[in-house]
Each structure stands twice: as C-alpha cells, then as structure tokens.
C-alpha cells in the first residue's frame, strides 16, 4: 500500500464570493488554487484536484503543476461529491490515507502538513485544529474509510463520518486550520492583515 494522497476539492461554486471566485484571488503572487496545490505538491504526495467540468479559469491556474485533475459533473450537489470523487482516485492510487486539503485556507504552510503527516500512522482519523482545539482542516482518513468516503452525500462534507469514528486534534498554529476566505470581506480583513 502507498503512503497519503492528497485531495484539493475545487470544484465548489465560490457562491458567497458575489461574482468573483475566490480560488483564483491573488495570493503570494498567484491565484489562491494554484498556491494551495503546490503547497501540497511540495509534500511529495501525489495530488489530485476536484473541479467542476467546465471551468477553464480554474483548470488554466493549475497550467504546468504535476497534479491530476478530477472533473466532477455533479459539482453543484456539494462538497460530498468531490469527496466521491477523490476517494475513488485515492483507492485506485492503493493509497494508505487520503488528507483533504480545502483551498481556500490561506494561512496553511509547509510546516502544517508536515505536522499532520507525521502525526498520521494511517489507521486513524486525523484532523488539523486551532491552538484553542476548534476542529479545522486538513484532515487525513485512513484507507479503510475510503470506501465510505464514496457514499457521503449533500453539502456537508464527511461530517457524518468524523462523527461515526474517533477523531485525533492535531494543533497547529493560531487560526491557521480555520482561516477560510469565503466573502470579499473575509477576502479584505486578510488581506488587510497580511499586506
């Protein structure tokens, strides 16, 4: 069996951003999705990235970058169906643990996943949270859960599975596990922060 593959789901519709798309905002220098996947990319693991089956802006950020692209055609169903999605992809990679790693977390860095992937002994759930324990992401699930990743539906996520299963906190820096930019003034406030 291989070692974590990364999950990206991307193939959200950005719906609270008011026209703009808050994955292709500018972020170090580069569109948000394109800085977030490489991130990833710099663990070593291999990569995936959910998106929705039509969107060239999206799919033009990640120009170059070694990650597979995963259309999803059900995208406007929620997040569970980039988690179908993924995991099938994790379980034809034969990986041990599949981490999801959202986009839109800006704050996340290198050293964050290093922590969770050291933390991970791929039999467990893993869940990246704040210094003040509030539950964020990533999250890493072991390859005997995959196969119940593939049946999750509707908006919220694997929600009901990290219910089902013991979940470890894995404490990472400030808000950097919470940080989600979702609204041009959540955009402002950071951006404000992080001139």
């Not at 981490?99 to 039999?123: F, G, I, K, W, Y």
Request: aromatic share 2%; proline share 9%.
């Amino acid at each position: 069996m291989g070692g974590v593959a990364i999950l990206v789901p991307a193939a959200g519709a950005s719906s609270r951003m008011r026209g703009k798309d808050k994955l292709l905002q500018t972020v170090r220098g580069q569109p948000l999705l394109r800085d977030r996947v490489t991130l990833a990319l710099g663990t070593g693991c291999a990569v995936a990235v959910t998106l929705p089956p039509e969107d060239a802006a999206r799919r033009a950020a990640l120009d170059g970058l070694h990650v597979t692209l995963l259309p999803v055609p059900d995208a406007a169903s929620g997040m569970s169906a980039s988690l179908r999605t993924g995991a099938a992809w994790a379980m034809t990679q034969d990986a041990a643990a599949l981490m999801v790693l959202l986009p839109d977390l800006p704050d996340l860095t290198a050293e964050d996943l290093q922590t969770l992937l050291h933390t991970n002994d791929h039999s467990g759930i893993f869940r990246a949270c704040d210094a003040d324990g509030t539950p964020g992401h990533p999250v890493i699930l072991p390859a005997r859960l995959l196969p119940d990743l593939t049946r999750v539906t509707g908006d919220t996520g694997a929600r009901d599975l990290l219910r089902a299963h013991p979940v470890t906190p894995v404490p990472l820096p400030g808000r950097h596990a919470t940080t989600d930019l979702d609204t041009p003034e959540a955009w402002a406030a950071w951006r404000a922060a992080n001139p």
